[in-house]
């Protein structure tokens, strides 16, 4: 098996041992996911490929993350449905993930209505259900709105 990944344009980032990779992120969003899953506040080595070619996207960013940690799936599929997440185990490939819009969104965003109870009880979880799958509508549980 070979130990770097020659498909990269050239680029040659290791194969991991163990952890994630979490492909096919549409590019330039590579950056926004990083922070998003707050990945630089973890003691793990961490590989961020942009701007990358990719047979099915065009462009595509990827994430290497050495280290089985929690990825937040749910933020994920909400950020883009069409990511990938490859679980690597002892240098293998063990399982890959595709993702979808989740149903409901538990501290993913914030509801911005300012009269919503959410935003005087800072103890509450802000909770969004899905309204409107095809044009990517989520409503807050508490007063409704809509998170644009
Ligand atoms: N990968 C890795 N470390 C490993 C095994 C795989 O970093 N030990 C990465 C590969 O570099 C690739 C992804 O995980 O980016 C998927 O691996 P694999 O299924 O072997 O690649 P492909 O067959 O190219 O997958 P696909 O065609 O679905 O993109
Ligand atoms: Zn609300």
Excluded: W
Excluded at 99 to 107: A, E, F, I, N, S
């Amino acid at each position: 098996m070979l130990k770097t990944d020659n498909m990269l344009d050239g680029l040659n980032v290791d194969k991991i041992t163990s952890g994630y990779v979490i492909d096919h992120i549409k590019a330039g969003y590579g950056m926004s996911i990083y922070k998003h899953l707050r990945l630089d506040e973890l003691d793990c080595s961490i590989a961020l490929i942009q701007n990358v070619k990719s047979s099915k996207y065009g462009r595509k960013d990827i994430i290497k993350i050495q280290g089985l940690i929690d990825i937040d799936m749910d933020m994920l599929g909400y950020i883009d449905p069409n990511i990938t997440v490859i679980t690597v185990k002892n240098h293998e490939v063990r399982g890959k993930q595709t993702l979808k819009l989740p149903v409901k969104l538990t501290d993913v965003v914030k509801c911005k209505n300012p009269r919503c109870i959410t935003s005087n009880e800072t103890s509450l979880s802000h909770e969004f259900r899905l309204t409107d799958r095809t044009k990517k509508v989520y409503r807050c549980v508490y007063c409704e709105q809509e998170n644009k």
